[in-house]
């Protein structure tokens, strides 16, 4: 049964709704589902709480949600770039949990997986570790994270058969595979969609875990910090 779907606009008006939790995959701007955080904004969802690495920059990616007001709490790992979502925190807007990039990974595979909580050392004796219960294991003290799993979640890939499976293409493989086992929903925009199953020792996210799958629109990459290296200078000969 196929799971591509030919409205992204109607896909994700269809499944979410207000206060919900949305998982969105990418690290940076690589690997943004850009055309399914643009039809979120579209669907007019609000109060959600957004779990993600980072909040995308001003005007760009999940930075179009804090334009428009949809979020209320923001779980994450790093907000640096995003001006509008420093000002909005400061202000008290927004609520704002902020994890170690390994524990929110971890965090996010463990829902997929079905574990409802584990103990990691990261973060103990930090404000992250407050509140939180403390054991020790083999003389290091642990605290206890407890797992993700979203209602929805959002997810970039470079390739898709029709049975949903996906592949990533390099780093923007990233936060998107540990996103999409975790959403109790999940919706896929991949750049080229096979009517030939993949490969299976080529696929990185299998089907089972994705209940709808669009085309994503063609578009120019946006590029979060461009760095190159300086021109050669010309040797005369």
Known sequence: MSKL??????VVADTVRDGMTVAVGGFGLSGNPFDLIEALRDSGAGDLTVVS??????????????????????????????KLFAARYLAG?????FVPQGTLAERLRAGGAGIPAFYTPTGVGTPVAEGKPHADFDGRTCVLERAIVADVALVHAAAADLEGNLVFRKTARNFNPVVATAGRVTIAEAEAVSAVHLDPDQVHTPGVFVHHLVQ????????????????PEEVAV
């Open 5 to 10: 779907r030919s409205s992204t606009a109607a």
């Open 53 to 82: 690495n980072n909040m995308g920059i001003d005007g760009t990616g999940l930075g179009l949600l804090l334009e428009t007001g949809q979020v209320r709490r923001v779980i994450a790992s790093y907000v640096g770039e995003n």
């Open 93 to 97: 807007e927004l609520d704002v949990e």
């Open 216 to 231: 994503a629109a063609p578009r120019v990459k946006p590029i979060e910090q461009r760095t190159v290296r300086p021109a």
